[in-house]
């Protein structure tokens, strides 16, 4: 267990990681809610996505907790091969095997959190987590949306900066496609999401 002064970090056990998965889809929904995933949370599908994901051998949560024990945030990572089939397609076109890659998956925190360091270490310990397993690459997934969206906040700031510092790059052509509903909307439409890596 470590702690930055405030929030305090484990890597889960399996069974620890079975009893969070409420909390995980509960800071999902809300987190994701925001620019730019945009994401209109939906609790069967939370529960369908983290239990593929909590069956993985290779499944790691990261959990922050506040000083009265509560989760308030949390980062996951696990094989890219025991993650969403979606990610099969541009790999593959680019010559790829998804067993060489430990996948970053989401990283999601309260905004009262923010900005004391909790980024830096949700990536330190999925990448030593990755090291453990044996895996020489690790990569993640960002969303990729138009510069005049509508809903783009003015003071966005993009953490492409934080992404580089921590050693990724954008993997040329390995871009993903999603489909998940927009807040407001009825219908999902699809979303690219750009693949990012390093040499662990």
Known sequence: M????QLTFSLLSAS??????????????????AWPYLYAGDAA?????????????????????DPAGRMV????????????????????????????????????????WRGQGAGKRFFEMREAAGRAQGFGRAVFAAVVRPEDHPARPADHVPLDGF????GYRPLEGLVAQFRWPDLGATEETTKPLQVWGREL
């Open 45 to 65: 599908y939370e529960a369908r996505y983290l239990a593929q994901f909590a069956a993985s051998e290779g499944a790691v949560v990261i959990a922050a907790r």
């Open 163 to 166: 992404w580089r510092r921590r």
């Open 73 to 112: 945030g949390a980062a996951t990572a696990a094989p890219l091969t025991d993650h969403a089939s979606e990610f099969a397609i541009p790999f593959a076109r680019a010559g790829l095997d998804p067993a060489d890659y430990f996948y970053l998956a989401e990283s999601v925190l309260e905004p009262a």
């Open 2 to 5: 470590q702690s930055n002064g």
């Open 16 to 33: 620890e990681i079975a009893a969070a998965l409420n909390d995980l889809a509960r800071l999902r929904i809300s987190v994701f809610a």
